[in-house]
């Protein structure tokens, strides 16, 4: 019989070799086995990012196969608001706007000073053309980190638009 470490180190490899769903498995039936074992939760939890991120990449894409792996962290830790949050972003990539919103918002009430939920949230209105909201939520991310570079960037360049927004409009 496989010891239980001699599994871990077995599913490492996997892990190292991108042989994702081979340790995930074989984590998946240890953690079962040893549901209190923060160790194994935490391994268990890693794959599952990893393997998410992995399809979720831009040369991958596969963003439904991506939430089946980040709503499985959710069926162990189900205030995960990393994993809700990658849920959005895979939404987002597939144009389901509510989605990703839904996902967003509910990030946000499990860790309120998520500066990523707030920046992606202003992505969505600008998105839909809705600048003064896209700009709200800029500004909400910036509140949380002042040095944000993707929020300072997308704070510039929509005030830009609504200023062109602006300069559109005849005065009557």
Do not use: W
């Amino acid at each position: 019989m496989t010891s239980t470490e001699d599994l871990l180190i077995k599913a490492k490899k996997f892990f190292n070799d991108k042989r994702y769903e081979e340790s995930i498995e074989i984590l998946k039936n240890l953690f079962k086995k040893n549901p209190q074992s923060e160790e194994l939760k935490k391994e268990l939890i890693n794959v599952l990012f990893s393997y998410g991120f992995y399809l979720s990449d831009e040369f991958v894409m596969e963003f439904e196969k991506a939430i089946k792996y980040f709503n499985k962290i959710l069926e162990i830790d189900p205030n995960n608001y990393r994993a809700i949050y990658n849920i959005g972003i895979a939404h987002f990539n597939m144009g389901d706007m509510n989605n990703a919103m839904r996902a967003y918002n509910t990030a946000i009430k499990i860790k309120p000073d998520y500066k990523h939920c707030y920046y992606n949230i202003g992505l969505i209105y600008e998105v839909k053309e809705n600048f003064k909201e896209a700009l709200k939520f800029y500004k909400k991310a910036l509140e949380i980190d002042p040095k944000f570079i993707y929020a300072l960037q997308a704070k510039k360049y929509v005030k830009e638009k609504l200023n062109a927004q602006k300069r559109e409009i005849p005065d009557s």
